[in-house]
Each structure stands twice: as C-alpha cells, then as structure tokens.
C-alpha cells in the first residue's frame, strides 16, 4: 500500500471528526447573539490574562474578525480533542497486538486528563506569571505597554496547547514501556538528559530574565517524567 492511499484511509477515518471540528467551529463563531461564544471566551481571556494597564491594539482592519475565526477553531478544535483521539486510535487497531489495543483504549481517558490538565496549568499560572514579570520592565522604562491583538492570542493558546501536549510526557512513557518498545530501565537511566531537556525547553517557552516561570514548568514536567518511569517499571513487573 503506497503512502498516498494509507494517507487516504486515514483521512476517512478521522472525517467524521473534521466535519465536527467545522461543525462547532460555526457554531462558536456564529451562537450566540449578540455576543458568540468565541467573543465571550475572548473577554473572559482578556480579563484573564492581560495585565492592569496594558492595552489590545489591532494593527489592520482584518485582525479582529480573522482572529474571532480563529479562537472558534481553537475552541473547536479543544473540544474535540477527545474525538480525535478516539477516531485515531480506532486507525491504529489494525495493527496493534491484543494487549497492545487495550493499552491504547486505556490512555484516553489519562490523554484527556493530562492534556487539559496542561492547558489549565498554563493557563492559571504560567501565563499570568509571564506576564506579570515581563511587562513591569516597561512602566520601568516609561514606555507604554501594547500588546496587539493577534500575538496576544497566538501565544495565549500557543503556549496552552504546548504545555498541555508536554504534560502527555508520563503517558507516552508508560505506552511506550507497556509495548515493549522502550525499557524502563531506559528512562532511568536517562534521567540526567531529561533533566537538562525540560531545563532547556522551559527557558525558551518561558523567556523571562528570572528564572521563575522557568522553574514554574521545570518542576511540572520533572514530576511527570518520574511519575511517567514509576508507572511505567510498576506496570513492566505486573506483565
């Protein structure tokens, strides 16, 4: 089978999920009037997140209906997260061993959790103490702060979806174990490298001069790695 074909075959398993994603990304756009849902969610993020003084600026006549398009998707598209996954999942049972289709069932529901868990994280702590430490080297230097439109949002929900995909980390490690494909003796021993990676990766995702939202998500992410090697050894012994 040529890759044009599988790539075929998997397209008609997930439409179901793409005509639910256009479905729903309408219906936040569109629902309810006046104001729609991606209108309310904006506010809500704005009020949020956006720091006391800083001001949202649209820097062409387009942004705003774009970007109301867009957080309908985002919406759209968080929502049916659990969707997808089920529908890729049932891809992939073809060629998957017995034991290995009812590990894969078993991490949607922890998949959802995580996922979301990571979203929320960002969302309430992350984000906020980004912004509370950057912003004040502004006022410092009497310069007024903006922020525009579109780049507030892109790293808003950017840095969620980020962070919630990073919080899957114990899960994969545990599927991963589970199949045989990556010992556990593996993540112990490659603790150190891990370690260095999150310390890395948190200071780019978070590049405040402090160092403290930079621990804010090393320390997170070093739990589930350790969470991720003792489920994953636990569940290694029991088969």
Same mark, same amino acid.
């Given at each position: 089978?040529?890759?044009?074909?599988?790539?075929?075959? =998997?397209?008609? $398993? &997930?439409?179901?999920? @793409? *005509?639910?994603? #256009?479905?729903?990304?309408?219906?936040?756009? +569109?629902?309810?009037?006046?104001?729609?849902?991606?209108?309310?969610?904006?506010?809500?993020?704005?009020?949020?997140?956006?720091?006391?003084?800083?001001?949202?600026?649209?820097?062409?006549?387009?942004?705003?209906?774009?970007?109301?398009?867009?957080?309908?998707?985002?919406?759209? =598209?968080?929502? $049916? &997260?659990?969707?997808? @996954? *089920?529908?890729? #999942?049932?891809?992939?049972?073809?060629?998957? +061993?017995?034991?290995?289709?009812?590990?894969?069932?078993?991490?949607?529901?922890?998949?959802?959790?995580?996922?979301?868990?990571?979203?929320?994280?960002?969302?309430?702590?992350?984000?906020?103490?980004?912004?509370?430490?950057?912003?004040?080297?502004?006022?410092?230097?009497?310069?007024?702060?903006?922020?525009?439109?579109?780049?507030?949002?892109?790293?808003?929900?950017?840095l969620m979806i980020g962070v919630g995909l990073m919080f899957l980390l114990p899960l994969f490690m545990i599927l991963l174990s589970f199949m045989g494909i990556i010992s556990p003796e593996f993540w112990k021993r490659k603790w150190r490298h891990a370690l260095l990676f999150?310390?890395?990766?948190?200071?780019?995702?978070?590049?405040?001069?402090?160092?403290?939202?930079?621990?804010?998500?090393?320390?997170?992410?070093?739990?589930?790695?350790?969470?991720?090697?003792?489920?994953?050894?636990?569940?290694?012994?029991?088969?």
């Amino acid at each position: 089978m040529t890759f044009l074909e599988e790539f075929k075959i =998997f397209i008609k $398993n &997930i439409l179901h999920w @793409i *005509y639910s994603l #256009i479905s729903f990304s309408f219906f936040f756009f +569109l629902f309810p009037t006046p104001k729609s849902f991606s209108v309310q969610v904006f506010n809500q993020i704005r009020q949020d997140l956006l720091p006391p003084g800083v001001q949202l600026v649209v820097t062409n006549p387009m942004s705003a209906f774009v970007l109301q398009i867009l957080i309908s998707i985002l919406l759209s =598209f968080l929502l $049916n &997260i659990p969707f997808l @996954i *089920y529908k890729i #999942i049932l891809y992939l049972r073809p060629a998957l +061993l017995p034991h290995e289709k009812k590990a894969v069932l078993w991490s949607l529901l922890p998949f959802v959790v995580l996922f979301f868990a990571g979203c929320l994280f960002s969302y309430f702590f992350l984000i906020p103490a980004t912004f509370k430490i950057l912003y004040p080297y502004a006022t410092a230097m009497g310069i007024l702060p903006f922020f525009s439109l579109d780049e507030f949002i892109y790293y808003v929900f950017s840095l969620m979806i980020g962070v919630g995909l990073m919080f899957l980390l114990p899960l994969f490690m545990i599927l991963l174990s589970f199949m045989g494909i990556i010992s556990p003796e593996f993540w112990k021993r490659k603790w150190r490298h891990a370690l260095l990676f999150f310390l890395i990766s948190s200071a780019i995702i978070t590049p405040d001069g402090t160092g403290i939202t930079m621990a804010l998500l090393f320390v997170p992410l070093a739990a589930l790695y350790f969470a991720g090697y003792f489920f994953a050894d636990k569940l290694n012994k029991q088969v």
